[in-house]
């Protein structure tokens, strides 16, 4: 990488580092190994590279909430900052195993049980398991290659009912169709904090849609949006189900609204860009432009040549 810093000075290896990660950190959905490969060849310095790939891939997986299949094909885990033990050791609430994860390789590369410190209560985990339990039947019906995971982010040590506790429910889908020139992903982020003395569920949520579509161009979707909600607090099995239909219809609605506003695309957003007519009401003849004497009449206007 030959870009010249300020005063004319070549870039420092940190710059490069930094730049270097900037780009890696801002791939589209899926695409950070094609925008590795040519940040490598840009750099022309493996050990810079190397630097930049080990900080931004972690960061990368984690903000994306990318997907593993587990060694055991149990199942998937979510990289994410929930379930994150330390920087390549994640947890997997549903079998309650620790994976060890690959962060430049994007995969899982061992298992191990999980230890007792690092699971919640048998109480706490019977309405963390009811949620999960239901929260995957809403994924598979709605995103056929998705993921999800019920993290308890606080009171995960409670051991029978009288005080407060939190879930984080993290759900993450990917479409992969670089062959078509587009990839996609879907995030959502749900946290539900159980107030005992009120018996009340509070929930806010997250939705993250992004999208690329690269054919003989660049035009790229990035949504962010935020949702509230609340229900009772019932028995495990009871709040499960509620809190599962509280996510499917703000996610429901949020889609149908991105539908929505893809069928006005043409008729509205696009026209919109355009450039109006004149107040003419006429195209500019760009074809015959001495139809206008627009020589004559600055001169005469300026009073040129007298």
């Known amino acids: 990488m030959s870009v010249e810093g300020g005063a004319g000075e070549p870039l420092s290896d940190r710059q490069k580092r930094e730049i270097a990660v900037w780009f890696l950190s801002n791939a589209p959905a899926g695409e950070i190994h094609y925008v590795a490969k040519d940040v490598r060849a840009l750099l022309g310095d493996d050990a810079v590279y190397e630097a930049a790939a080990a900080e931004a891939f972690p960061e990368y997986n984690k903000a994306r909430l990318v997907y593993f299949e587990l060694p055991d094909r149990s199942g998937d885990i979510i990289i994410s900052t929930y379930g994150e033990i330390d920087k390549n050791n994640y947890l997997d609430p549903r079998t309650a195993q620790v994976a060890t994860i690959d962060h430049l390789k994007q995969t899982c590369t061992k298992l191990r049980p999980a230890e007792d410190e690092e699971l919640p209560s048998a109480y706490i985990e019977e309405f963390r398991c009811a949620l999960d339990v239901e929260l995957s039947k809403y994924v598979v019906e709605a995103y056929p290659k998705g993921a999800c995971a019920i ?85 495990p099995d009871d709040c499960a189900v509620s809190i599962t239909n509280i996510i499917r219809h703000h996610e429901s609605e949020y889609l149908s609204s991105l ?40 001169a005469k206007e300026l009073a040129l040549g007298k």
Request: aromatic letters at 12%.
């Open 151 to 235: 993290y308890c982010t606080s009171g995960k040590d409670i051991e029978g009912p009288g005080s407060d506790f939190s879930f984080t429910a993290v759900i993450s889908a990917a479409k992969r169709s670089p062959q078509n020139f587009c990839n996609g992903s879907w995030r959502s982020i749900w946290t539900m904090e159980f107030n005992y003395e009120l018996q009340f569920v509070n929930i806010k949520g997250n939705i993250q849609v992004d999208a690329h579509y690269f054919e003989e161009g660049n035009v790229q979707l990035d949504t962010n949006i935020d949702r509230k909600d609340s229900t009772i607090m019932q028995s």
């Open 259 to 298: 539908e929505e506003s893809y069928l006005n695309l043409s008729d509205a957003t696009f026209k919109d860009l355009r450039r109006k007519l004149p107040v003419t009401r006429t195209l500019f003849p760009w074809h015959n432009t001495l139809a206008f004497s627009l020589t004559r009449d600055l």
